[in-house]
């Protein structure tokens, strides 16, 4: 089996583990959400790109730190207070969110770019041959909108 395709079979199967220990949303018991991922490979330029949809947060919010073929994103998305508001159905999940994204090949984090437009987080990690020293690069978000 191609290394590509085993690293993508852990990929699965760690986000299955992951998920069987969320706590369903009907329960009333599960605070913060998890937001989708994408994460592609391009080769003009030489890059991965992960783009995470998060609607309602903050930009301000937001952290990134790249190490080690991992992209770590979390953040908070709060609740909009309002003084007498009676919910008769409560399905948005709010709070604070964590995600690790496994990256396939080694990257320059410090050369990284992160763009927020629209609700949606754009990453884009230059691929290099040698992985950068060992330790966790942080990665500003420029927010566009």
């Known amino acids: ?10 990929e699965e199967i760690e986000e299955l583990f992951a998920d069987l220990w969320q706590v369903p949303r009907f329960s009333g018991l599960r605070h913060g959400f998890r937001p989708n991922v994408d994460s592609f490979h391009t080769d003009d330029p030489h890059a991965l790109t992960v783009v995470i949809e998060l609607p309602g ?31 008769q159905q409560m399905e948005i999940e709010y709070g604070p969110f964590q995600r690790q994204v496994r990256l396939a090949e080694d990257v320059d984090p410090e050369h990284a770019h992160a763009r927020f437009e629209h609700g949606v987080l754009t990453v884009e990690l230059p691929v290099v041959e040698k992985a ?3 330790g966790r690069y942080r990665i500003t978000v420029e927010r566009l909108d």
């Open 132 to 134: 950068p020293p060992a």
């Open 57 to 87: 947060v903050d930009p301000a919010s937001v952290r990134l730190v790249a190490g080690e073929r991992v992209l770590v994103v979390a953040g908070e998305r709060k609740r909009p207070s309002a003084p007498g508001r009676v919910y």
């Open 1 to 10: 089996m191609p290394r590509r395709d085993v690293d993508k079979l852990q």
